[in-house]
């Protein structure tokens, strides 16, 4: 199980999170993680849409919440925090009920080993400026094969991790989602999106269906978030 917090599978009640808000873009990978942790803990938030179709993240503005030019960016407690993985671990300290981390230190570690598999080796290879270097340089079909073997390739990776003591229950590490599964929603909402299918990885395609139907999930997704709440 997770840590001491308990929680029943439901999105967590709404705290009052006065200031809380999130700049983000409805279809970032980065952000939508975030989306589904805030909701998970029930912090309640503002959000700011930054639309990167336009180039808005490049804005002075932005920039000076986020110098890198990326989304999300989250003000809290006074700060402004950026980094999807740095954020949900920031919640995670500060705001420890409910859990997306386990008990044991060797859970822990698979976890975040789960969820780097995902942060940082199939999403960098497959971002936009990714994408569209490789489209400048080889062409289009080349930019849709690259990403769909690097999405392949790394959720392939995925479903054999996903093979320990942990995953007995619903989701990437027990009966509570966590910060694995925060990661992996979103790419496998990228996965199809880009005509990737994930059915024949059965733990893969088991916690995808679990978390379907679960209400923080359900909110964070980016069908539910094209206009800033």
Request: contains cysteine; proline residues 7%.
């Given at each position: 199980?997770?840590?001491?917090?308990?929680?029943?599978?439901?999105?967590?009640?709404?705290?009052?999170?006065?200031?809380?808000?999130?700049?983000?873009?409805?279809?970032?990978?980065?952000?939508?993680?975030?989306?589904?942790?805030?909701?998970?803990?029930?912090?309640?938030?503002?959000?700011?849409?930054?639309?990167?179709?336009?180039?808005?993240?490049?804005?002075?503005?932005?920039?000076?919440?986020?110098?890198?030019?990326?989304?999300?960016?989250?003000?809290?407690?006074?700060?402004?925090?950026?980094?999807?993985?740095?954020?949900?671990?920031?919640?995670?300290?500060?705001?420890?009920?409910?859990p997306l981390?386990?008990?044991?230190?060797?859970?822990?570690?698979?976890?975040?080993?789960?969820?780097?598999?995902?942060?940082?080796?199939?999403?960098?290879?497959?971002?936009?400026?990714?994408l569209g270097?490789?489209?400048?340089?080889?062409?289009?079909?080349?930019?849709?094969?690259?990403?769909?073997?690097?999405?392949?390739?790394?959720?392939?990776?995925?479903?054999?991790?996903?093979?320990?003591?942990?995953?007995?229950?619903?989701?990437?590490?027990?009966?509570?989602?966590?910060?694995?599964?925060?990661?992996?929603?979103?790419?496998?909402?990228?996965?199809?999106?880009?005509?990737?299918?994930?059915?024949?990885?059965?733990?893969?395609?088991?916690?995808?269906?679990?978390?379907?139907?679960?209400?923080?999930?359900?909110?964070?997704?980016?069908?539910?978030?094209?206009?800033?709440?």
């Amino acid at each position: 199980m997770h840590g001491s917090g308990k929680q029943n599978g439901g999105t967590a009640r709404q705290t009052a999170s006065p200031g809380i808000v999130l700049h983000d873009y409805w279809r970032s990978s980065a952000s939508y993680r975030v989306r589904i942790a805030l909701a998970l803990k029930g912090i309640a938030h503002d959000r700011i849409s930054v639309d990167l179709a336009t180039g808005q993240q490049r804005d002075p503005a932005y920039l000076r919440l986020n110098p890198q030019g990326l989304v999300p960016a989250l003000e809290i407690d006074g700060l402004i925090l950026t980094q999807s993985l740095a954020i949900i671990e920031y919640l995670e300290e500060t705001r420890p009920v409910p859990p997306l981390l386990p008990d044991s230190p060797d859970a822990r570690a698979h976890i975040r080993a789960l969820t780097l598999a995902i942060a940082c080796e199939i999403h960098p290879v497959s971002n936009q400026g990714t994408l569209g270097r490789v489209e400048k340089l080889a062409g289009t079909a080349a930019r849709l094969e690259w990403n769909r073997d690097n999405i392949i390739r790394g959720l392939t990776a995925f479903e054999i991790m996903l093979d320990h003591p942990g995953h007995i229950g619903r989701f990437c590490y027990g009966d509570i989602p966590g910060l694995a599964d925060c990661a992996l929603i979103p790419q496998l909402y990228n996965a199809t999106r880009w005509g990737v299918s994930f059915g024949h990885l059965p733990r893969i395609a088991a916690v995808a269906l679990n978390c379907e139907t679960h209400p923080a999930f359900q909110a964070a997704h980016p069908d539910n978030c094209t206009m800033p709440a």
